[in-house]
């Protein structure tokens, strides 16, 4: 850095900016060119949805957890519903078919918002046609998110204990066809970026952070493994049956912007894979935990059966109790790891949901990231975190 | 359009009024600006993006306000934000129009809670409210054609830009 005696300015960066991913401010003291100084401020889109939650039962907060981190809807879905599964003491009850779905989807989920975070990515360093292309193979996933959810983006596709409902008729077809066309479009992508020189000059070398300070600050997911941190929850504390799956986590050991880049979209050769692997381990069967104190009954018992119509009225009317206790899940979101910590008091509401974001804990490499280069790294930076405001603020 | 070939003066000429001139060149190139909140900005880029595709409408993301027409509030917001909302609201220049995208903007959606404003017509003055959670890209293209309509049913819009009289506006 160039010590000197001219006087620094510091300039304001958002919330209103194209590249900050939505609204995250940055205070950043320049000298010259060169960041001295950077500060994010959060907060803007604060919404109170660990507060929210406290006040709904346990089936009604699957929606709040769709719009946390809202590229990635489903895996965040999973996160939860686990989370209460484990509080319940019911992970082992859940049938094989639940299993494989949720892997289906949150490994769609994390192709999905990688396919965003490289449109925005390319986009903000000045590579229009690659927003297009990915926007295109994105539009794909939501219609198949479409098709099992009803909606585009906010599935509240899973169920405590199971799912909403199946898939539906010659969608696993669809599923197989678009995962197997997923690597030649990122070739494509490759095709356009990796040997670019611009795109090299932007990211290589740019936004460094050593192994030892990525785990310090306690980033996760691919923003470690591009520090050569060979760490994966699917595959050192496996949930949802991904013991069952042959795929490689990529590690990288460059720890900067370009390596992070080429993690991602192995990552997203991995996904694919595993959709596949998932596909043909998927059988008929029930779609939901044979425990009718927690899963609501189907319809036709409803108006049969007297012990099924009990059933789902007190789960709708007061939801199931789970016993006092405490308890921590975490899985490998898109962006790391994202973690529920839920207290129990007994009733039917959580005493407190703590929600540990991966986005929010990876921002706070930013500064160390920047500080001492261009500011227009700054921006390189940014996308390369991939971070998301709704799961920072919550 | 209200937009005549004349027959009198032949094929080089067109005949219409200033106001529906201006009313068309305003609807035909709305610049929104590049302003994503939250979730439904999403939605707004895919909008944007090769499916949907708003260029054909005339309609360019432009991200700086001076240089926008309409603000498309596409998301949550909340306390803290609002300064931030009005004064980039101020830094746009007239005509200028507010779309209230999704359930957050028009109504504070499922989010009732203490950060939350309840709507961004408590302190914007709202065109077009588009509902959903999020509105599906087809409902954002609705509301931009809305606007449209509500624009090209304005009166005196040329007198107003000339400082004569202010703009009338009509139910579209």
Redesign the interface.
């Given at each position: 850095m160039a010590v000197n005696n001219t006087e620094t300015m510091t300039i304001n960066m958002g919330?209103?900016?194209?590249s900050t991913h939505?609204?995250l401010q940055l205070i950043l003291e320049l000298d010259g060119e060169i960041v001295v100084k950077a500060t994010p401020h959060i907060?803007?889109?604060?919404?109170?949805?660990e507060?929210?939650s406290e006040h709904r039962t346990y089936h009604q907060t699957i929606?709040?957890t769709d719009?946390l981190d809202?590229?990635a809807p489903m895996s965040n879905n999973l996160g939860y519903v686990l989370a209460v599964e484990k509080l319940l003491g019911m992970t082992d009850e859940i049938p094989e078919r639940v299993q494989r779905i949720r892997v289906i989807m949150a490994e769609l989920t994390r192709l999905k918002s990688h396919l965003?975070w490289l449109?925005c990515h390319a986009l903000d360093i000045g590579a229009m046609t690659v927003?297009?292309?990915c926007?295109?193979e994105?539009?794909n996933i939501?219609d198949i998110y479409e098709k099992v959810s009803g909606a585009?983006?906010?599935s509240n596709y899973f169920r405590v204990g199971g799912l909403s409902a199946d898939l539906p008729d010659g969608l696993e077809q669809e599923i197989r066809t678009f995962a197997e066309s997923m690597p030649a479009h990122i070739e494509e992508y490759e095709g356009l970026l990796t040997g670019n020189r611009i795109w090299q000059k932007r990211t290589i070398g740019v936004g460094k952070i050593s192994a030892e300070a990525a785990i310090d600050i306690g980033i996760t997911g691919p923003a470690l493994r591009a520090s050569g941190v060979d760490w994966d929850l699917r595959r050192d504390n496996p949930y949802s049956g991904y013991e069952d799956y042959d795929f490689e986590v990529p590690v990288r050991e460059g720890c900067d912007t370009f390596d992070r880049y080429k993690v991602r979209l192995d990552e997203m050769r991995q996904a694919s894979r595993i959709i596949l692997q998932a596909l043909d381990k998927l059988k008929p069967g029930p779609i939901l935990a044979d425990c009718p104190k927690i899963v609501l009954p189907n319809k036709q018992d409803v108006v049969n059966n007297i012990e099924s119509l009990i059933h789902h009225f007190k789960i709708v009317t007061e939801g199931f109790k789970p016993e006092p206790g405490e308890i921590y899940q975490s899985v490998e979101a898109p962006k790391g790891e994202l973690g529920f910590y839920l207290i129990s008091d007994g009733s039917s509401h959580p005493f407190r949901m703590k929600i540990r974001p991966p986005s929010f804990v990876n921002l706070q490499g930013l500064p160390q990231m920047v500080e001492g280069r261009l500011l227009a790294d700054v921006i390189a930076v940014i996308g390369t975190l991939d971070i998301v405001?709704?799961e920072i603020?919550r | 359009m209200g937009v005549e070939q004349s027959k009198t003066l032949g094929s080089g000429f067109i005949t219409t009024s200033l106001d529906k001139l201006v009313n068309w060149s305003r609807a035909s190139s709305m610049w929104p600006l590049t302003f994503g909140l939250a979730c439904c900005a999403i939605e707004m880029m895919a909008t944007g993006a090769a499916r949907f595709d708003l260029d054909r409408m005339g309609i360019i993301f432009r991200a700086s306000p001076r240089q926008a027409d309409v603000i498309i509030i596409a998301g949550t917001v909340t306390k803290k934000m609002v300064p931030v909302i009005k004064t980039v609201y101020e830094q746009m220049p007239e005509p200028k129009y507010v779309i209230a995208m999704g359930a957050c903007a028009s109504s504070g959606g499922i989010f009732d809670t203490y950060s939350t404003v309840q709507g961004v017509d408590e302190f914007l003055p709202v065109d077009v409210y588009i509902p959903g959670c999020p509105p599906r890209p087809e409902g954002l293209l609705y509301g931009l054609m809305k606007l449209q309509d509500k624009i090209r049913a304005e009166r005196n819009t040329f007198g107003a830009a000339i400082g004569v009289g202010d703009v009338i506006h009509n139910e579209a």
């Open positions: 919330p209103q900016h194209p939505g609204v907060g803007f889109l604060h919404r109170g949805i507060k929210l929606p709040l719009r809202y590229l965003v449109a927003f297009l292309y926007f295109r994105r539009e939501t585009r983006m906010t405001l709704g603020d | -």
